[in-house]
């Protein structure tokens, strides 16, 4: 399905940026680094990542997992997965005024690059899960309710424009390894696994996949 390829895509980008921005983070703490950069890094997460990406995931994937694909809104993935997208919002606006502060100081340049690590490092584990775990079962789910394409708005122009400055940002800073970060694939690396979602057999699984299942136990 388009949709979910596009998201698959937008997901590569959005991950490719949050390498450069730690190194962006990291020189800006040893007084290296442009503040048109610390702002294009700002546009592209707030516009790119988080009004058009996520929110296309919000407003037009979420919804027909609920209403085509017997998906609950409340509880599981639909709910981890929003829960993850505010949860990352509220580190962003921590992040925010740091990106381009001028000095920054030696207390901020911490600051800095203790936020940039722990939002890339979320936003990473929220793509590895959205990637091995929601995508793939949508695509399942979605097909046999028999939807076969998804349609939402266009992105805006400022959109557009951000995800143009993520690919210049992801050329003038080389991608840096999370150091810290477990990626990985399944429900395991997703930051809601064992809190507030119960995992893709508990959750996603309906009484015919668990007879199938047993069945074939025996
Ligand atoms: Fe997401
Ligand atoms: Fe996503």
New binding site residues.
């Given amino acids: 399905m388009r949709l979910l390829e596009e998201l698959r895509a937008e997901h590569e980008l959005i991950d490719r940026v949050a390498g450069s921005l730690r190194s962006f983070a990291a020189a800006r703490a040893k007084g290296e680094g442009g503040l048109d950069d610390g702002a294009a890094f700002r546009r592209f997460f707030r516009l790119w990542a988080g009004a058009w990406h996520?929110a296309r995931?919000e407003e037009t994937l979420f919804p027909a997992l609920a209403e085509r694909a017997e998906l609950s809104p409340v509880h599981g993935p639909i709910a981890a997965?929003v829960e993850?997208?505010r949860e990352m919002a509220k580190v962003l606006d921590r992040l925010d005024p740091l990106l381009d502060l001028e000095p920054l100081g030696a207390d901020a340049a911490r600051d800095l690059v203790e936020l940039a690590t722990a939002y890339t490092r979320e936003l990473g584990r929220?793509i590895d899960a959205?990637n091995s775990v929601l995508l793939p079962e949508s695509e399942v789910r979605l097909r046999q309710a028999n939807v076969l394409d998804l349609a939402g708005r266009a992105p805006t122009a400022g959109e557009l424009e951000a995800r143009a400055e993520g690919e210049r940002l992801v050329a003038a800073w080389a991608f840096t390894d999370d150091a810290g970060g477990v990626r990985g694939e399944g429900c395991v690396v997703c930051p809601s696994y064992g809190s507030t979602c119960r995992g893709v057999e508990a959750e996603w699984w309906n009484e015919s996949e668990w007879s199938e299942f047993s069945d074939h136990l025996g």
């Fill in positions: 996520h995931e997965f993850q997208h929220h959205e």
